[in-house]
């Protein structure tokens, strides 16, 4: 039976961050989240499915403004800005306003005395050319055409004027003007929303944060006016994408550590930063990315393997992006490597081993993932799965000390200040660990332990001894 694909559950984060948008004087907000954790899938599906009647949203990706000169970066965003509304249908071809016999009639009354003395200047003038007279024609032929079209310019034909004026200037009032006079024209509430802000050249971060720092002040701002907290061209909301974590470090590579960076970034957003995380939800849903993998491993063990990836997303040692590469791939549960481990180890340890190996694709980025999480987890958080992740880490911390049936081991770990007690006993045909205790080097009570660096160890151990190649195996 084909496997039901991964259904990310938003619906207490989408509840949350409704109630946020909603409140007063909300018109800007920095939206922030780790890199990978959905935030753009949450909020083109939070404004295309679940707000579509309420909001009408323009989503802009400035990393394309990564080889533009920062004097350049606002002008794009405005080509940005008008292209979403054009392939919206904002700016749509229109009828004429007024027919040809209409405009005809306006013309010729503007200006008649000027045709009149155009015309006779060639009448009684013998063997006068025709051309000339074909001449005079054409020329106020090509003045009517000027004429009409301006009358019947439609709003199209305005953006793409502005279009071309783009490519010669840097910021035009007249461009500003047009989007906010289109924006005065949607009955939604409009949101611009400006993705992977950290992820551009930091001139251009600050270029944009400061251009929308500023409140409108121009004529047409005056006339289609959104609120008293207006945005800039016209918008009723303007969403910053980013992790702020990223854009803090930005702030002081570029300022220095003295600059004030809570003093900059509160005047980016209307009340407080919006902090993205939909793991708890995610979490629910791992073992449903456990069961799409096809393989033939044990039913037992999905239950371990999807304390694993729980783990893993809560502590964001993995990324929601980095999962769902995997959905429905096939992974060989590693069977055939047992007899080359001399019976070190049971199937399950090196079963979990081997999933982070395919979760990651190589053994390099598994380790540099992993490495990188130093904090300590709660035991009694770990004990709460129920499926001894750290017991299948120990036949791989101490690769010297096989598993062999009995009681009072001990796995030391003096730079991590940490003993762990354990008891060996046979199941089936393979001997499995169970941890005791676990305390401080001095032997004094521990309550939290370095999860992410013993799986660090196990793992590195792991690939050793299987001799894993680190390449893409998946």
Known sequence: MEQAPILITTQYEAERFETFLALPDNHRILFSGKYGSGKTYFLHEFFTIRKKDEYEFFHLFPTNYAIAQNEDVVKLLQFDILYELLIKGYLAPS??????????????????????????????????????????????????????????????DRAREAFYNLM??????????????????????????VDDLDRIDPEHIFRLLNLFSAQTSNYFSAHWTTGQNENRYGFDKIIFVCDINNIRNIFRAKYGDGVDFA???????????YFFNINDMVAREAHRLVDSVKTEWQELSRGHFSSLVRMLLFHDVITLRKLKEKESAHWEYPLHKFSTLNRRSNILSVGLLDFVLFLYGTKEDAL?????????????????????????????????????????????NQELDLKMHYNCAPYHREIYADVQTISKYDGSERTMIPFF????????NYCKLTEAPNVIRY
């Not at 007024?98 to 045709?115: C, H, M, R, Y």
């Not at 003093?263 to 930063?273: A, M, N, Q, R």
């Not at 660096?453 to 590195?460: P, R, T």
């Open 95 to 156: 009828e004429k306003m007024f027919s040809t016999k209409e405009t005809i009639a306006g013309f010729v009354q503007s200006n008649l005395p000027k045709i009149i003395k155009d015309v006779v200047s060639h009448c009684g003038k013998i063997g006068k050319k025709l051309s000339d007279v074909f001449d005079t024609y054409t020329k106020w032929a090509a003045k009517y055409e000027d004429f009409d079209k301006g009358v019947n310019q439609s709003e199209e």
């Open 168 to 193: 010669n200037e840097v910021e035009y009032n007249a461009t500003t003007e047009l989007i906010e006079m289109v924006n005065s024209t949607i009955d939604k509430q409009k949101v611009l929303i």
């Open 263 to 273: 003093g900059y970034i509160d005047k980016f957003y209307s009340i407080e930063p």
């Open 368 to 412: 540099a993932a992993i490495k990188k999480h130093n904090e300590e987890i709660s035991i009694e958080l770990l004990n709460e799965s129920g499926y001894g992740l750290t017991d299948l880490l120990i036949p791989f911390l101490d690769p010297d000390q096989p598993l062999t049936k009995g009681d009072g081991f001990i796995y030391e």
């Open 453 to 460: 660096q013993l799986l660090s160890i196990a793992f590195e």
